[in-house]
Structure formats: structure tokens, C-alpha cells
């Protein structure tokens, strides 16, 4: 019922959480709150809105029918019984007054006469009194409200949040799996790029990242080398020339670094070169959440001093 034939277009490591959700569609009992928990881009988000739109759904043949006033309004996203609630333009939380909108939102009468649903995407980003205030509301919800959270970080949620859940966590493909899957999204996409961006985000944001300026700058910059993946001499020279680096340029090297020190071996973990690029990995971190910040004062400067000492570092290796 749920999906009907559209599953054969979702991907594979997304079945079993699709299948629950279609059980309790088929069941016609669906919990007042369920958390869809697990890594960015890994597909919760995309099963939430499918979720979302299966539940407004006015067909009693197959959810979501695409094909309903319901359906096309949800495409549309003006449909009055759903509320997408999430960090505002300006800010980087969700806060107080959206959360005492969205309850306002399930009080009020259904434009359909059927249900209502709250979708809160990132929910980690609640803020604490907004936190409260969920929890309230999550106690005793209307009859015919659903709340969908959707969160990266599960963890930062208050437990009594947590309480009052079902919670689906969704896993990570391996990575043959979703680089079939990009593959078929993407056929025209280089093997080398598709492989970068699966190593820096999950298989949804991948999709996304791969069509960007960002992602192209940062395929010029590492392409020339004959040994893209790893960390090497011919990377850092090609970063060494890099003048402006952005965020993902500094994430690509921090996740080089990160996979260099997993392979190395513990007794090469107490050596000097080791502790050298702990250092430089800490310092990426600390530019990464600069720039995040909007603060971009000797960025340059400190990822070639970083650059130059990792080049030593790998000439003494």
C-alpha cells in the first residue's frame, strides 16, 4: 500500500524502514511520533516527506498516488494539514515560537478533515525551551496530528523526547551499494568523482554535492595526481597551490587525514609524524568551523602552513 510500485525507485538499504512505515499505513495505526534517526543523507529525510505526503494522501489504493488534490498540493508545498518545521534563513536552531506555531498549526481545524502533520527537520536543532515545549505538545498530541522528527544527532535529543518516539534508524549503504546507486543516477558521472563524493557525504548529499561549483573546483584541484584517494605527496602539492581554500577542499584533507591515521599501524601512532598530523587534523577542524562561522581571517595562511608541515610529515614517512 505504501509506495505501492514506487519502491522498486527507492533504494535498497531504505526497504525494511519502508516496509514498517507501510505496515502501519496498511495497519491504519500510526504512532502520534516517529523519529527517523540516522547520518545526513543517507535518505531519512526523503522517506520522511514520502511519509508525510502517504499520509495526507486521499487514495485508498496506493500512498502517496501522486494523482490526488492532496498529493499535488504536497508537491506544491501548499498544502494546509502539513508544517515543515526548520532552522530559519537567519539562524542555526529551531526556536520557542516555531514549535508554539506548529501547536497552534495542530489545533486548528484540518482543511481535509482528515490529518495533520508536523515534520521538524533537524531536530537536534531544537532549542531547549523549544525542547520543552515539544515535549508538552508530544505528551498529549491531537487525535489526528502526526509528528514526524527527523535528526542527524539523535543523541543531543532530551531522553523524555526520546520517551515518547518510535524510532526508525536508518543505517549506512556499504559502499558498493551506494556507488551502484549514485551510478544509476549519475551514469554519466566519472568513476573518479562519484568515488570522492562518496567519501565525503552519505549517498544523498553526494547526489546533491556532485552537481556543485564547490565539487568541481575540488575534482580540478585533486584530478591532476595519479592517486586522488589517500593521502599523498601529489595531493598536498596540488592543495599546496590552493590560494583561497574552501570548506570542502578543507574537509576533503581532513577526512584523508583521518583515514591515514586508520590505517596506520599503533606502533606508528606514538611516532612524531603521527602526532604531527593529529595536530594538523585538529587545526583543519578548527579553519572548517571558522569558515562555518563566516570567519574567513588568515584562512589562507593557515592551511599553507598546515599543507607545508603535512608535505615534511609525508617526505619523512
Not at 127 to 146: G, V
Not at 248 to 261: S, V
Amino acid at each position: 500500500m505504501f509506495l505501492g510500485n514506487q519502491f522498486s525507485e527507492i533504494p535498497a538499504w531504505l526497504h525494511d524502514n519502508g516496509k514498517k512505515l507501510d505496515s502501519m499505513l496498511a495497519a491504519q495505526h500510526v504512532p502520534h511520533t516517529i523519529l527517523f534517526s540516522g547520518s545526513e543523507g543517507v535518505g531519512k529525510s526523503e522517506m520522511a516527506d514520502m511519509f508525510s505526503k502517504a499520509l495526507l494522501c486521499a487514495s485508498n489504493i496506493k500512498l502517496p498516488c501522486e494523482n490526488c488534490k492532496s498529493c499535488n498540493l504536497f508537491e506544491h508545498q501548499t498544502h494546509g494539514d502539513f508544517l515543515h518545521v526548520s532552522c530559519e534563513d537567519s539562524k542555526n536552531n529551531i526556536g520557542v515560537e516555531q514549535i508554539r506555531n506548529a501547536i497552534s498549526f495542530s489545533n486548528k481545524t484540518s482543511a481535509f478533515g482528515r490529518r495533520k502533520v508536523i515534520l521538524i527537520n533537524p531536530a537536534e536543532k531544537l532549542q531547549r525551551n523549544a525542547s520543552n515545549a515539544i515535549l508538552k505538545f508530544l505528551e498529549e498530541p491531537p487525535e489526528n496530528t502526526t509528528v514526524l522528527l527527523v535528526s542527524n544527532r539523535d543523541g543531543n535529543l532530551p531522553a523524555t523526547v526520546h520517551s515518547r518516539c518510535l524510532r526508525l534508524e536508518f543505517n549506512s549503504p556499504d559502499y558498493q551499494t551506494a556507488y551502484r546507486w549514485l551510478s544509476e543516477k549519475l551514469p554519466r558521472e566519472s568513476e573518479f568523482s562519484k568515488a570522492i563524493a562518496l567519501s565525503l557525504r552519505q549517498p544523498f548529499k553526494a547526489l546533491t554535492l556532485i552537481k556543485t561549483k564547490e565539487f568541481d573546483k575540488l575534482v580540478a584541484t585533486i584530478g591532476s595526481q595519479d592517486s586522488p584517494i589517500g593521502l599523498n605527496i601529489g595531493l598536498l602539492g596540488s592543495l599546496a597551490k590552493q590560494k583561497h581554500p574552501d570548506v570542502l577542499l578543507l574537509e576533503y584533507l581532513c577526512l584523508q587525514l583521518e583515514q591515514f591515521l586508520k590505517e596506520t599501524s599503533e606502533a606508528s601512532l606514538k611516532s612524531s609524524s603521527s602526532k604531527d598530523i593529529f595536530e594538523c587534523q585538529s587545526k583543519l577542524r578548527s579553519l572548517i568551523a571558522k569558515l562555518d562561522q563566516g570567519i574567513a581571517l588568515n584562512i589562507s595562511l593557515n592551511f599553507t602552513n598546515i599543507v607545508s608541515k603535512l608535505i615534511k610529515v609525508m617526505e619523512q614517512h
